[in-house]
């Protein structure tokens, strides 16, 4: 099993629809998770990170849920500017810093 | 803050050659350095992380005397792909930790990756 797994997508939304991501973690004490966006032939670029209480930033919410080992995005409203690969990032335990990312998922807005 | 810059961001080389990629911690001191890979429609796999002064850790399947990673400076890490094949052509991101006012929950922040295509 992977340590991170996402929903494989693609996902082709029209404009103004609300989607949502999930992505597992097979490590139970995973301490700190992000999502991270990334354009075609760029570098991740942060876009929230998930807190356990849940959090938004305007259309985007991103909650955890610890007990089935999952993390989401939401995003409401889309935009075409929204069209992006979307992948979770997720930080075990222990010193380690680095992250373990999932395959992402992709998303296109259509107009 | 946490800015990191790397370079080059794109290079095409033939098979056999060497490629060396920096990346530089702009604004902040780089204690540890992670090196990513990421093949077309794949997610990015850790490499190597690097801290400074000491050798790199190396992930699993990776190669140390392929890939050599020097983290000489608090501000400075070095890629090298030695005998590159066009296998190796691939994204390869760096990212870097402030050790000083970073924790353990802080995200990482990346370069803007180096493209490497290898004839």
């Known amino acids: 099993r992977k340590e991170v797994e996402q929903d494989p997508g693609p996902f082709n939304v029209p404009e103004g629809a609300t989607v949502a991501f999930n992505c597992t973690y097979s490590?139970?004490?995973?301490?700190?998770f992000f999502w991270y966006r990334q354009d075609c032939r760029k570098e991740p670029k942060l876009l929230m990170s998930v807190y356990s209480s849940g959090n938004e930033d305007g259309r985007f919410t991103a909650q955890l849920n610890r007990a089935s080992q999952y993390i989401s995005l939401l995003i409401r409203d889309s935009k075409l500017s929204d069209s992006a690969t979307y992948l979770c990032?997720?930080?075990?335990?222990?010193?380690?810093?680095?992250?373990?990312f999932g395959s992402g998922t992709q998303l296109t807005v259509l107009p | 803050g946490a800015v990191v810059s790397q370079h080059p961001s794109r290079v095409i080389c033939k098979s056999g050659t060497s490629v060396k990629i920096e990346c530089r911690s702009l604004d902040f001191q780089a204690t540890t350095m992670f090196w990513y890979r990421q093949f077309p429609k794949q997610s990015l796999m850790l490499m190597a992380t690097?801290?400074?002064?000491?050798?790199?850790?190396?992930e699993q399947g990776v190669e140390k005397d392929k890939f050599l990673i020097n983290h000489a400076s608090l501000t400075l890490s070095t890629l090298t792909v030695t005998s590159a094949h066009p296998e190796d052509s691939s994204f390869y991101i760096c990212s870097a930790i402030d050790g000083q006012h970073s924790s353990y929950n802080s995200p990482l922040h990346f370069g803007n990756g180096t493209r490497l295509t290898v004839t």
């Open positions: 690097s801290n400074e002064g000491s050798k790199a850790t190396y």
């Open positions: 990032a997720v930080r075990g335990a222990g010193s380690a810093r680095q992250l373990t």
């Open positions: 490590n139970s004490a995973s301490q700190s």
